[in-house]
């Protein structure tokens, strides 16, 4: 089995102390754990909002603990199919298929998509469900998302997990604003231009390359095709164009990045976080990454961070140990023993 490097507070640690809060042991629960199996059950929802739904995957019994699954940059729910067979079936997840990607309606015609839209359609899943607490499994910029609405409702946030996270890699200093809004809405413009256009159609295996090449080679080509069963439309001749609005590769942050405002806003973040990162990650930028290990020290009753052998899909390269950090994190298990 790989094992990972656990980070606390800043300092690599190879033996650590348990989760302050943990009260069980590896040991007595480890058989308790049962997983959702190769053959995991799910069903297709469509949760309404404004200009139509989000589809998502819903998976396990009701009474388990809550959690919201949100994927990366234009990817979509099927992020977690290799996860989520390793996960355990105390869990109750829903993967949200975020507007404009996989199988969830686009925005109208002249909308722009803004980081406050996915804030907001997590609070949207929520209420959809009645949850008034649950936990967020998130994957690269999705954990940006679900750590600005931990700040927003503290309350109803139970444990953060990123895999992958970019929030580090993302901000930027207040004197780029100008910068950053300008080019937004150019970028904006000349997307736009384009929904109208028939959509470029592709063979399977050049759309399989076209999303191995987006990731800089982190997707095999597996993983790609479990993300093209929902990222991607068959035509009658035999060809597939992407599901995704073509807007979604400009999505506004409307100035919560900027590097003052996004530690005073995760300030207020009161859970608990995991984060988990891969050892081949292009994200990982420590110095910035260190200023805010230290507000999560200082705010957070447990943070956690481990380096996993892997890319950015680290999820998608060693599911099964993901897994067992996911499922000792929601049970509050010692979680050093399930490296």
């Excluded at 700040?151 to 992958?164: A, E, F, L, T």
Aim: one cysteine or more; proline letters at 4%; a neutral charge.
């Amino acid at each position: 089995m790989i094992k990972g490097l656990i980070f606390k507070n800043s300092f690599i640690f190879k033996n650590v102390k348990p989760f302050r809060n943990g009260i069980h042991s590896w040991t007595n629960r480890n058989m308790q754990i049962t997983k959702m199996g190769s053959g995991a059950t799910y069903k297709e929802v469509r949760i309404p909002i404004e200009y139509g739904h989000l589809a998502a995957k819903e998976y396990g019994c009701e009474s388990g603990k809550k959690m919201i699954a949100l994927h990366g940059w234009q990817d979509n729910a099927g992020s977690f199919d290799p996860l989520i067979p390793h996960l355990s079936t105390d869990l109750h997840i829903v993967a949200v298929d975020r507007a404009g990607h996989g199988l969830s309606s686009h925005k109208p015609f002249g909308h722009p998509y803004y980081f406050w839209d996915y804030i907001n359609q997590i609070r949207i899943v929520a209420d959809f469900y009645n949850w008034k607490e649950f936990s967020m499994l998130t994957h690269s910029v999705a954990y940006t998302f679900a750590i600005l609405f931990a700040s927003v409702y503290p309350q109803s946030v139970r444990k953060v997990i990123g895999i992958d996270d970019v929030l580090s890699g993302t901000m930027y200093s207040s004197e780029l604003m100008p910068n950053v809004m300008k080019n937004n809405i150019d970028r904006f413009i000349e997307l736009q231009e384009k929904v109208n256009n028939e959509p470029p159609a592709y063979s399977i295996d050049d759309a399989v390359k076209l999303m191995i090449n987006g990731t800089y080679n982190a997707l095999t080509e597996e993983g790609a095709k479990v993300l093209m069963k929902r990222g991607v439309k068959p035509l009658e001749n035999g060809k597939v164009v992407f599901s995704r609005d073509i807007r979604v590769k400009n999505v506004w942050d409307n100035g919560l990045l900027c590097g003052d405002i996004t530690k005073a806003i995760i300030s207020n973040v009161k859970c608990d976080v995991l984060l988990i990162k891969g050892t081949e990650s292009s994200y990982t930028k420590d110095e910035i990454m260190n200023e805010l290990l230290e507000i999560y020290k200082a705010k957070c009753p447990t943070f956690e961070m481990v380096k996993l052998e892997g890319n950015h899909y680290v999820h998608f390269c060693n599911p099964q140990l993901v897994a067992s950090l996911v499922n000792s994190f929601m049970l509050d298990l010692n979680i050093k023993d399930s490296l």
